[in-house]
């Protein structure tokens, strides 16, 4: 198979530790890999960018396993050609699997042009989305305390939804304090 990219790395990303594989060398030559690893606090992944940029990578390639991926995304972002992969998609043969095997065959596949990027948008975006569903989630929880004390109320034979029509209202609050 002729590979298409030159310096690249796959990178297996986990909790606390990231296997790194760089293969370097011609389209037409076996290339050389050298793989380290790298914990996950943001110290050590600059370092990583050092180490990516002084082996002359040019595509990083990881999968997108849970949340992992986010703060090595960030970091890495605009520095490199990256390809978020979906995990299925790149499977390795079943067997057994190491961090290391795992993280050479994602270099691999990115050296023949065989990952298909999944889509990231941009950090803006990215912000805006984390923003959104935060605040989702508070509406949520606002919602379920607020049944919780209706609940209780009703529970209690105070039938104050019967008189007023909200509960949470200035009304309502003035009531219940």
Same mark, same amino acid.
């Given at each position: 198979?002729?590979?298409? !990219?030159?310096?690249? +790395? %796959?990178?297996? /990303?986990? #909790?606390?530790?990231? !296997?790194?594989?760089?293969?370097?060398?011609?389209?037409?030559?076996?290339?050389?890999?050298?793989?380290?690893?790298?914990? *996950?606090?943001?110290?050590?992944?600059?370092?990583?960018?050092?180490?990516?940029?002084?082996?002359?990578? *040019?595509?990083? +390639?990881?999968?997108? *396993?849970?949340?992992?991926?986010?703060?090595?995304?960030?970091?890495?972002?605009?520095?490199?050609?990256?390809?978020?992969?979906?995990?299925?998609?790149?499977?390795? !043969?079943?067997?057994? &699997? *190491?961090?290391?095997?795992?993280?050479?065959?994602?270099?691999?596949?990115?050296?023949?042009?065989?990952?298909?990027?999944?889509?990231?948008?941009? +950090?803006?975006?990215?912000?805006?989305?984390?923003?959104?569903?935060?605040?989702?989630?508070?509406? %949520?929880?606002?919602?379920?305390?607020?049944?919780?004390? #209706? &609940?209780?109320?009703?529970?209690?034979?105070?039938?104050?939804?019967? /008189?007023?029509?909200?509960?949470?209202?200035?009304?309502?609050?003035?009531?219940? +304090?």
């Amino acid at each position: 198979m002729e590979a298409i !990219v030159t310096h690249c +790395a %796959g990178l297996d /990303v986990h #909790q606390k530790n990231i !296997v790194v594989a760089v293969m370097a060398g011609k389209e037409d030559e076996t290339p050389e890999t050298e793989v380290r690893s790298f914990p *996950t606090m943001t110290r050590n992944l600059y370092e990583m960018l050092r180490w990516l940029e002084e082996k002359g990578v *040019t595509h990083i +390639a990881m999968e997108s *396993t849970g949340i992992y991926w986010k703060p090595v995304y960030n970091i890495l972002e605009g520095y490199f050609d990256i390809t978020l992969a979906n995990a299925q998609r790149i499977k390795n !043969v079943p067997g057994r &699997k *190491t961090d290391v095997s795992d993280a050479e065959w994602i270099a691999k596949l990115l050296r023949h042009g065989l990952i298909e990027k999944s889509f990231v948008p941009s +950090a803006d975006i990215r912000e805006l989305r984390d923003l959104t569903r935060l605040r989702k989630k508070w509406i %949520g929880n606002l919602t379920a305390e607020k049944n919780r004390i #209706q &609940k209780v109320l009703e529970t209690s034979n105070i039938k104050l939804s019967n /008189v007023i029509s909200d509960i949470f209202g200035v009304s309502g609050r003035n009531l219940l +304090a």
